[in-house]
């Protein structure tokens, strides 16, 4: 589609030609009521190019493009209904607006279809340029100044009949002329549009390519957000909001999510985007306190709300959404918001309601923007990934692209390209990520890679014989390094939790730093960090910090590497189990129990010893084995014994005994964000705890876990 010329012919009329593929929208516009239009809606009009000038004046846009031989060559994929409703001609459903289309005077001259169909890119005065050059040639060809003051003058004697409001009445005509022409310069001139998109609207100027950007707020959910969007076949990526702009131009996204946060928006400390943001045209979706971000940027009004909702809440839709297409009327979403959007921005309308809410969704369809109070990203909200996918698909109009073996490609060719000629350590940990990340990167450089286990004596029990058996089918070179004592002479006498991680985070860059100096120079250190790690550790955009990972926030500041390498750290724990079916690896192998990188010392509460390393060892591994015999290994996504530090009274042999309580976790998850705890059969646990109380010493009482995350993560410490 183009819009190719906007011209006056006599009698005071705006002839303004539209079209795609040959077929035409002709309209005349009466001047008096475009110039109204202008000024009614001024701060829209430095978006809506479609200008008429008065006598003697002309704007005329010329946009050649050599060599590509398209027919109305410009706006795809932009009906020319679009466009009519664009510039006002028509209503939103089509019908002429009355006053703007068909109601000119006589002596506009209508552009034909057999004209329209030559195409804007060998039309008049670019036809040679465009089939020899090849560049997008753009000329404004604007009156003088005095002829927009003459006819907004013009029009404001209509509205303004006193004398005494004369002077009002020319200044006002002065600024609207001089506006109105600086603001086409600006238009046309001073952005630099790639295609002619920008024509029809400022929506229109940058090109959307099928890929989500999440604007992070801070909120501990907007990783799982980034998660749901690739669940759906769509890439997508984080950015926090200074850098969204600058963001923005780089990644081109054909949507923008708006997450959700712990911040108000009318708080001093409030978390803000800049609002251009909302005016690029790409549909947006503000979740929670992205909703509310959005109705305070666009001139709307949030409050306190009282009540507040946290938890499950019944959400009402109208039915007249898009967002809320095939989805039941009444349905339980998931609530977390203390603040709420008391008066929303002009042109919004509200979509949906709880019993405490009026705005538990609102919208503007004709500028793509959405919001939603509640949370779609997680599991509790019944119909959650059907408002995303109706979002994505049905309003951003994206498309399924994406996948794992995408992924793959793309990291492998990454990693080439960091590590170069260069040399590559690997800490194993024992646990899947760091296996997949192995794997990963020998793919990617092969004998450059060593990995070494370091046996920190925090291992599961016969972990050292599991992961040097699984190293087999690496071509990268395997060292074990048995460094138990080193680690429990730096943990004697450390209870605290984060006080630990940072120590074995530490310990064991520094083994790792011994290593490469006995192999020889080693450039780059390789981690299996992975994305729920980031978020906890809070370097995920603005959340709140969590807990320390000893590969994220736990290492100490100098680390004598040049860089390191992090291929896993935007996967997500069940992707990363994908990803390793993609590279080869056993199934036995990938679908391993996750394991924490600081280990056992995490799941003995308190101080860590060796002999309470070995309890918890022992009926760690029993309880992973009662598990494994009923089949629940893979619906049950993650199962471990804790040593609490909490001794208890029992009796065994008709004796006294006072000795140590044992914790058994289960979850159910997909990604690892959030968990519920798993219902595992009455007699599963029944036969796992006698096996450990009369197999293990020192336990008289077991309990299982029955928390979800949240409020609580999925290890204890």
């Known amino acids: 589609m183009a819009v190719t010329q906007v011209d006056r012919h006599g009698g005071g009329a705006a002839c303004a030609r539209l079209g795609e593929d040959g077929q035409a929208v002709e309209g005349v516009a009466d001047i008096k009521g475009f110039l109204g239009r202008l000024i009614a809606q001024g701060r829209q009009a430095g978006h809506r190019h479609h200008l008429a000038q008065g006598e003697g004046a002309a704007l005329q846009l010329q946009d050649s493009v050599g060599g590509q031989g398209r027919d109305n060559d410009g706006v795809q994929g932009v009906t020319a209904d679009d466009a009519a409703r664009e510039v006002g001609l028509t209503e939103g459903d089509g019908r002429p607006r009355r006053g703007c289309l068909g109601e000119g005077r006589q002596g506009g001259r209508l552009v034909t279809p057999a004209e329209e169909g030559q195409g804007w890119g060998q039309g008049r005065q670019g036809q040679a340029d465009g089939q020899g050059g090849g560049e997008h040639r753009r000329q404004v060809l604007l009156g003088f100044h005095g002829v927009g003051f ?78 749901r969007v690739r669940d759906l076949g769509i890439y997508c990526e984080l950015t926090p909001p200074w850098k969204a702009v600058e963001k923005i131009k780089e990644f081109e996204p054909g949507a923008i999510i708006f997450s959700g946060g712990p911040a108000t928006v009318f708080s001093d400390n409030a978390r803000l985007v800049d609002k251009s943001v909302l005016e690029l045209g790409v549909p947006v979706l503000g979740i929670c306190y992205g909703q509310q971000l959005m109705a305070h940027l666009l001139g709307g009004r949030c409050v306190s709300a009282e009540p507040a909702e946290y938890g499950k809440v019944t959400v009402t839709h109208s039915g007249t959404s898009a967002l809320f297409k095939d989805i039941p009327a009444t349905s339980v979403c998931w609530m977390s918001h203390g603040v709420s959007v008391a008066d929303m921005p002009r042109g919004f309308a509200a979509t949906a309601t709880t019993a405490d809410c009026a705005c538990a969704a609102m919208e503007d369809a004709a500028r793509g923007l959405y919001g939603i109070q509640f949370h779609p990203e997680v599991m509790h909200t019944e119909h959650g990934a059907k408002v995303l996918e109706n979002f994505l698909f049905g309003i951003a109009s994206l498309k399924r692209d994406w996948s794992m073996a995408d992924y793959a490609v793309k990291a492998i060719a990454d990693a080439k390209a960091q590590i170069g000629d260069g040399k590559v350590l690997l800490g194993l940990s024992g646990g899947v990520d760091s296996s997949v990340c192995a794997a990963l990167l020998s793919r990617a450089v092969g004998s450059q890679l060593t990995c070494v286990f370091v046996d920190t004596g925090l291992m599961r029990k016969n972990e050292g014989k599991e992961v040097a058996e699984a190293m087999k089918v690496f071509e990268a070179r395997y060292i074990h390094v048995d460094a138990e004592a080193r680690f429990l002479a730096r943990l004697k006498g450390v209870t605290d939790p984060e006080q630990k991680r940072k120590i074995v985070g530490e310990e064991f860059i520094r083994v790792f730093e011994e290593e490469s100096k006995k192999i020889g120079a080693v450039d780059y250190l390789a981690q299996g960090t992975i994305y729920p790690d980031i978020v906890e550790s809070g370097m995920g955009g603005e959340s709140q910090v969590i807990k320390s990972h000893h590969n994220v926030g736990g290492l100490p500041e100098f680390v004598d590497f040049k860089e390191i390498v992090e291929p896993l750290k935007d996967l997500f724990k069940d992707e990363v189990r994908q990803l390793g079916i993609e590279l080869g690896l056993p199934e036995a192998l990938v679908w391993r129990q996750p394991f924490p990188g600081p280990g056992l010392s995490i799941r003995c509460i308190g101080e860590v010893r060796k002999d309470r390393l070995d309890i918890l060892r022992d009926a760690d591994a029993i309880f992973r084995e009662e598990i494994a015999a009923a089949g629940l290994h893979r619906s049950v996504n993650q199962y471990f014994a804790v040593l609490t530090n909490i001794q208890t009274v029992g009796v065994m042999g008709d004796e006294r005994t006072y000795d140590y309580t044992l914790a058994l976790r289960g979850v159910e998850t997909v990604d690892f964000m959030t968990a519920a705890w798993a219902r595992i059969p009455y007699d599963v646990l029944e036969k796992a705890s006698s096996r450990i109380v009369n197999e293990v010493g020192h336990i008289n009482r077991i309990c299982y876990d029955i928390t979800s995350k949240p409020p609580a993560t999925i290890e204890w410490e």
């Open 150 to 227: 003459l006819l907004a003058n013009y029009f404001l004697l209509l509205v303004f009949h006193s004398k005494k409001q004369l002077f009002l009445r020319l200044s006002i005509a002065i600024f609207c002329a001089l506006w109105q022409n600086n603001k086409v310069i600006e238009t046309f001139t001073s952005q630099g549009f790639k295609n002619p998109r920008a024509m029809i609207h400022r929506r229109h100027d940058m090109e959307r390519k099928n890929r989500v950007l999440v604007v992070d707020f801070g909120g501990q959910y907007n990783l799982l957000i980034a998660r």
